[in-house]
């Protein structure tokens, strides 16, 4: 077992990214962020074997008004159907090839080099849901008091992070544990919904 407090966080108001039945795993990134690169393959080696009854979820997080060109850059790619485009190469630019892909303006261009219709993106880049996207993304980081990343949160109750957990290794199998615990929870909230109710003789 693990122990709130030292290899995870409990959310004072615990809120999902996202509506939904399944349990959340949300990932909060920045494409600035070198660990957050080198977590990726660790991501998709889990989601090989990741528990039933679980949706993995991606945010960037709008940290900081630096943060928050990169994560209108994941909405807008996100919007389009692009974000196969954007996603990984944009990671790769930032710290594989050094390069400096962090105004809007630079990131309009990437987005084009990587084939994504350079009006198109600028248009869901500048619109109102992707702004709106972006607050909720602000909203979500101050509520689950997030001083750094990357960080996953577990159906928007629980925080950890390879530094809380003490290694990324272990950090998945918080991961897995707490799944567990919401998945339980969830059985026994639908077992209580379905028991019969107990009468009363007269």
Same mark, same amino acid.
Not at 186 to 197: I, T, Y
């Given at each position: 077992?693990?122990?709130?407090?030292?290899?995870?966080?409990?959310?004072?108001?615990?809120?999902?990214?996202?509506?939904?039945?399944?349990?959340?795993?949300?990932?909060?990134?920045?494409?600035?962020?070198?660990?957050?690169?080198?977590?990726?393959?660790?991501?998709?080696?889990?989601?090989?074997?990741?528990?039933?009854?679980?949706?993995?979820?991606?945010?960037?997080?709008?940290?900081?008004?630096?943060?928050?060109?990169?994560?209108?850059?994941?909405?807008?790619?996100?919007?389009?159907?692009?974000?196969?485009?954007?996603?990984?190469?944009?990671?790769?630019? @930032?710290?594989?090839?050094?390069? #400096?892909?962090?105004?809007? !303006? *630079?990131?309009?261009?990437? %987005?084009? +080099?990587? =084939?994504?219709?350079?009006?198109?993106?600028?248009?869901?880049?500048?619109?109102?849901?992707?702004?709106?996207?972006?607050?909720?993304?602000?909203?979500?980081?101050?509520?689950?008091?997030?001083?750094?990343?990357?960080?996953?949160?577990?159906?928007?109750?629980?925080?950890?992070?390879?530094?809380?957990?003490?290694?990324?290794?272990?950090?998945?199998?918080?991961?897995?544990? @707490?799944?567990?615990?919401?998945? #339980?929870?969830?059985?026994? !909230? *639908?077992?209580?919904?379905? %028991?019969? +109710?107990? =009468?009363?003789?007269?």
């Amino acid at each position: 077992s693990f122990d709130e407090g030292i290899d995870y966080k409990l959310v004072a108001q615990p809120a999902r990214a996202e509506e939904g039945a399944d349990v959340e795993v949300l990932e909060l990134f920045w494409y600035g962020c070198p660990h957050c690169w080198h977590l990726e393959p660790e991501i998709d080696r889990w989601l090989e074997s990741k528990p039933a009854g679980v949706r993995f979820r991606r945010m960037p997080a709008a940290a900081s008004p630096r943060w928050v060109p990169h994560a209108k850059a994941y909405y807008a790619a996100a919007s389009m159907g692009e974000l196969d485009r954007l996603h990984k190469p944009l990671f790769q630019a @930032l710290h594989d090839q050094r390069r #400096k892909v962090f105004t809007d !303006e *630079q990131i309009i261009a990437f %987005a084009a +080099e990587q =084939g994504i219709d350079e009006e198109a993106f600028r248009k869901a880049y500048n619109s109102f849901p992707v702004d709106m996207q972006v607050r909720k993304s602000a909203e979500l980081v101050r509520r689950y008091n997030i001083d750094g990343v990357p960080a996953i949160v577990i159906n928007g109750k629980y925080v950890t992070s390879a530094t809380q957990a003490g290694s990324t290794g272990k950090m998945f199998q918080v991961v897995d544990y @707490l799944v567990g615990e919401e998945a #339980k929870a969830a059985s026994a !909230e *639908q077992v209580e919904e379905g %028991a019969p +109710e107990l =009468g009363t003789s007269g």
